[in-house]
C-alpha cells in the first residue's frame, strides 16, 4: 500500500511540476505577444477608432452653456463664439474612467493658457447626475450637459468616454485622446 502511495505522489509531483513548466512557457509566450503588440502600436488600435481624427472638420453645433453663452461652429464661416485651440471634454456622470480622470483634467484646465474661455466640457447625462462633475470643472471651463446623443457629442462623433479633443478655430480636430496626458503629449506635438 505504501508503494502505491508513494508512486501516487510522485506521479502527482511529475504532473504538478509539468504544469508549471507548461504556464510559465505560456506567460512567457504571452509577455512576447504583448510587446510585439504593444511594438507595433496594436495596443491603441481600437482606442484609436472611438477618437476624433486629427485634420477632420467637426460638425456645425450650436450649444448654451450652464451659464448662459451660446457657442456656435458654422461653415464656411468658421468659428463663431469659439476662439481656437479650444480644449473639449467629454464626460459621462456613468462612467467610471470619467470620474478617475477628471482630477487630471482639472489640474490640466487649471495650468492651461486661455483660462476657462479654452476649455469646454461636455456632460452626456442629467444635470442631477453630473453635479459632482459640474463642481469640479465649472471654475475652469464652460459647461454643456446635454442627452446622450447630444449636438456636440453628434458633432466630434463620442462614441466613449472620457473623451478629449483639441478643437481649431478651423472647426477642424488637431488632436484628440481618451486620456488627458495623451492629449497634453499631442499638444506639444502640434504647432499652435
Not at 485634420?55 to 453663452?69: Q, Y
Not at 484628440?176 to 503629449?185: F, K, N, P, V
Amino acid at each position: 500500500m505504501d508503494v502505491v502511495l508513494t508512486a501516487a505522489v510522485v506521479v502527482a509531483g511529475v504532473l504538478g511540476g509539468l504544469n508549471l513548466l507548461l504556464m510559465l512557457a505560456v506567460l512567457r509566450r504571452l509577455r512576447e505577444y504583448d510587446e510585439k503588440w504593444a511594438g507595433g502600436g496594436m495596443d491603441n488600435l481600437a482606442e484609436r477608432r472611438l477618437l476624433p481624427e486629427p485634420g477632420a472638420r467637426v460638425a456645425d453645433f450650436t450649444a448654451t452653456t450652464l451659464d448662459g453663452t451660446e457657442i456656435v461652429l458654422r461653415d464656411p464661416a468658421g468659428v463663431s463664439g469659439v476662439e481656437g485651440p479650444l480644449l473639449v471634454a467629454f464626460f459621462s456622470p456613468d462612467c467610471l474612467a470619467c470620474h478617475e480622470e477628471l482630477p487630471r483634467f482639472v489640474d490640466h484646465a487649471a495650468a492651461s493658457p486661455g483660462g476657462r474661455e479654452r476649455n469646454l466640457v461636455v456632460i452626456s447625462g442629467s444635470a442631477d447626475d453630473a453635479a459632482d462633475i459640474v463642481e469640479a470643472v465649472s471654475p475652469l471651463a464652460r459647461v454643456v450637459i446635454e442627452p446622450l446623443e447630444g449636438p456636440l457629442a453628434t458633432a466630434f462623433g463620442v462614441r466613449r468616454w472620457p473623451l478629449y479633443a483639441l478643437l481649431g478655430q478651423d472647426g477642424t480636430i488637431r488632436a484628440g485622446a481618451g486620456g488627458i496626458a495623451t492629449l497634453a503629449r499631442s499638444q506639444r506635438a502640434v504647432p499652435a
